[in-house]
């Protein structure tokens, strides 16, 4: 699979597989998935709390900080 052929069909095929496997379906109700999502959320926030505008647009140009907010994206869009 490539950025350029893979599609969200075949995203949510994976993930369906990578939560069948671990027998997970018996904890995703709208209760609980929505509960992590609020966390990811706040996890992503974090890495802004208490700087103003400016400065994280800043350091989303340090490479050593993109990632581990990349990471937070996709745990909060996984959810």
Excluded at 12 to 19: D, H, I, N, P, T
Excluded at 42 to 64: C, G, T, V
């Amino acid at each position: 699979m490539s950025d350029q052929t893979t599609t969200v069909a075949d995203l949510r095929e994976l993930m369906r597989g990578f939560v069948a496997e671990r027998e997970w379906e018996q904890f995703h109700s709208p209760k609980n998935l929505a509960m992590a999502a609020g966390v990811e959320a706040a996890e992503l926030m974090e890495h802004f709390l208490w700087i103003d505008n400016d400065e994280s647009r800043r350091q989303m140009q340090d490479p050593a900080k993109l990632g581990p907010v990349a990471d937070e994206i996709a745990d909060v869009v996984g959810v």
